[in-house]
């Protein structure tokens, strides 16, 4: 990616330093658990005590040194700032104004409107601060553990928290929260696969805006689509438990994440992003 000297966006709350950490003894969540944090999280509730604390103290390995640190939040500035501009354009064609919402960087633990924010839920959005919560270990988590390497990787799921932004903005996000709410666990799953296959195919259509203006570079698109695959529930699940349970997949598969993302890449369109009428 050439994101180095391009603006960086000011919608930034650095919380690094100021607690959290290291827990070490906790219970480890496992990437289940995460999925149950994730789901709180979108919910607006707090889950963390049914996964209990996530143990860090193994994962030394995964800390960032500091330049790579400051480089890797240069680039999530400059990511939230490229969103900014493709969803206020987008949002100027409709005649409305795009509110941006605030990322949030982090070390370890911290407190959010949708409850406490775990660096082991991976990054996240909450609805009812409009912010997103990003602890920028989690680009050695996807070197390291998901396979998913490379700039352009770290920002498909920035895209891809953003997306979830631009449907509460839309509306979309509250009312499959409500219809959730009144819904079967089996229905609020599919609900939930729904949500995060458009907020998919929303980071798609902001790729295809970074083609056109230079931020991705050659093979950037492929590190992006294999960061798509890699976070598939039936991938997770696989590598977490050795088998798979389709109807507590909350986020799609493999091949579903990567269909939408491309089909935001290749149409440019937010409109082709209609998860709900497939």
């Known amino acids: ?83 900014e501009t493709v969803w206020g354009q987008y949002f100027r064609q409709m005649g409305k104004t795009y509110s941006e919402p605030t990322m949030v960087l982090y070390n370890g633990v911290t407190p959010t409107a949708c409850g406490t924010g775990q660096s082991a839920m991976g990054p996240f959005y909450c609805p009812s601060d409009r912010k997103v919560y990003l602890d920028l270990s989690f680009y050695n988590e ?44 089996k229905t609020a799953n599919q609900l939930s696969v729904q949500l995060e296959l458009q907020a998919d195919c929303f980071a798609g259509v902001w790729a295809s805006q970074a083609v056109k203006s230079g931020l991705f570079e050659r093979g950037d698109e492929e590190k992006a689509f294999n960061a798509a695959e890699a976070v598939g ?23 579903q994440r990567l269909e939408w993302f491309r089909k935001g890449l290749q149409s440019a369109n937010p409109s ?7």
């Open 1 to 83: 990616m050439r994101w180095e000297g391009r603006r960086e966006s000011s919608n930034i709350e650095d919380r690094r330093g100021s607690g959290g950490g290291n827990f070490g003894g906790g219970k480890g969540t496992g990437v289940l658990g995460i999925i149950i944090l994730l789901v709180g999280a979108y919910y607006g509730v707090d889950l963390s005590g049914l996964v209990g604390t996530p143990d860090f103290s193994g994962q030394s390995s995964q800390q960032l040194e500091t330049q790579e640190e400051q480089q890797l939040a240069s680039l999530s500035k400059v990511v939230l700032a490229d969103t």
């Open 142 to 185: 996807m070197k390291n553990k998901l396979g998913a390497a490379g700039d352009s990787a770290f920002a498909y799921v920035i895209a891809h928290e953003v997306g979830h932004h631009v449907q509460n903005m839309l509306g979309i996000l509250p009312q499959v929260n409500r219809a959730q709410q009144s819904s079967d666990r």
């Open 233 to 255: 529930d039936d991938r997770l699940q696989k590598r977490s438990q050795g088998y798979v349970v389709p109807d507590s997949f909350t986020h799609g598969t493999s091949a």
């Open 272 to 278: 082709v992003c209609n998860t709900f009428n497939q």
